[in-house]
């Protein structure tokens, strides 16, 4: 596919407890560097805030050189600078924002920011030399269903074009990632125990424990919960305490298996109410073998093509999804507007910060 700008771009993102720095033109990635802090903060079960702030602002600057170095390019070669603005941890955010911001001025740049949730949107369109991809036919791609899960969003939205989206559906308590991260812990799996929790199901039996279906009977409310379904895995993981391999394989299953259910459920009422040509599914979740075949299996019957990152680490978060993101809008700020560029950490996707 085509982008607006192809131009070298340096992008940042510290949105959560990554710091990325990833170089792009157009939809290729030409270095895409991640410092991951979530062993720092597996013991809190979660990211613990000046915890984060303070690994972004030690390690930025190494990421940064990095990802010039992997990419072979300097700042006489690079033309803009994108940086995530929101949604994401503020304090965290901020480090990335002041970074973009010193060094657009420093290097006489433009600054581009960006919203990470349409981030994770767009990185299905990412594009390497490997695969030798990114032709896709913008014709026949919208209108399409977007399913973004990640640790802190579960959104489905409606994009009718690159920069035009209505979500649809967002999680009313726990987002998938964080619930399925939650599960994880519960069955001591570590943090972030997604991924984790998928290896463990795999050996499972789906059926074997008795848990509910979110939004059972609520067919009338489009919207995604998980909090009903965390306590009751909350009660069951206590009766069947002590835990052994195969109760943790088969725990592991049948939670999975109505987180997933509930996805499904509303997936398919969202395509009875909107045509789509396509359905995008990015996020950290995306990654997940299983969601991905069963999204698949209810496209298919529609004819509907199912769009994924192409590698896990395009999945979770990474700068060069905002590298990519910003190669399709066609306005920078410069000179005193940089100043404009803040964080918001509760951006919604399609409302944060117009250039
Ligand atoms: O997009 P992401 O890196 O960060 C946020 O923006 O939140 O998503 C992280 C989430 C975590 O909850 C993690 O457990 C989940 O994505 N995740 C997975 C898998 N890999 C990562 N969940 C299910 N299956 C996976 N394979
Ligand atoms: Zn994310």
Redesign the pocket.
């Known amino acids: 596919m085509e982008s607006f700008v192809e131009k070298y771009i340096l992008a940042i993102d510290t949105?959560?407890d990554?710091t990325s720095v990833a170089l792009t033109r157009g939809t290729k990635i030409l270095s895409n560097v991640l410092w991951s802090q979530a062993s720092q903060h597996a013991r809190f079960g979660g990211v613990y805030p000046s915890l984060a702030k303070r690994s972004h602002q030690e390690h930025i600057d190494w990421v940064i050189q990095k990802a010039l170095k992997t990419s072979r390019l300097d700042f006489n070669n690079i033309d803009l600078i994108a940086v995530t603005v929101g949604p994401g941890l503020a304090v965290a955010l901020e480090v990335g924002i002041a970074k973009a911001k010193e060094l657009a001025k420093k290097h006489k740049k433009k600054i581009i920011p960006l919203n990470?949730t349409e981030g994770?949107l767009l990185s299905v369109f990412a594009s390497s030399n490997r695969i030798g991809g990114g032709k896709l036919d913008k014709n026949e791609l919208f209108p399409a269903l977007a399913l973004i899960a990640?640790?802190?969003?579960t959104d489905l939205i409606l994009v009718s074009a690159i920069g035009k989206y209505k979500i649809i559906a967002s999680t009313i308590d726990d987002?998938l990632?964080?619930a399925?991260?939650k599960a994880?812990r519960m069955l001591g799996l570590g943090y972030?125990?997604?991924?984790v929790?998928?290896k463990m199901a795999v050996n499972g039996n789906k059926d074997k424990y008795e848990l509910p279906t979110p939004m059972l009977g609520k067919e009338d409310q489009f919207e995604f919960s998980y909090s009903g379904l965390k306590t009751a895995m909350w009660r069951l993981v206590e009766k069947e305490t002590p835990l052994n391999r195969q109760k943790i394989y088969d725990l592991s299953a049948t939670f999975q298996n109505k987180a997933f259910l509930h996805v499904e459920r509303l997936t398919i009422k969202a395509l009875l109410k909107h045509k789509v040509k396509t359905f995008i599914f990015g996020?950290?979740?995306s990654?997940?073998?299983e969601?991905r075949k069963r999204l698949r299996k209810i496209l298919k019957a529609q004819k509907i093509q199912l769009l994924v990152p192409y590698s896990?680490k395009l999945?979770?978060?990474n700068a060069a999804m905002i590298g990519i993101a910003a190669s399709f809008k066609k306005n920078s700020l410069s000179g005193n507007k940089i100043d404009l560029v803040e964080r918001e950490p509760r951006a919604m996707i399609g409302s944060s910060f117009k250039i």
């Open positions: 949105s959560c990554e990470h994770h990640s640790g802190k969003h987002a990632g964080e399925l991260d994880a972030p125990g997604g991924a929790l998928e996020g950290g979740v990654s997940n073998i969601l896990k999945c979770t978060d």
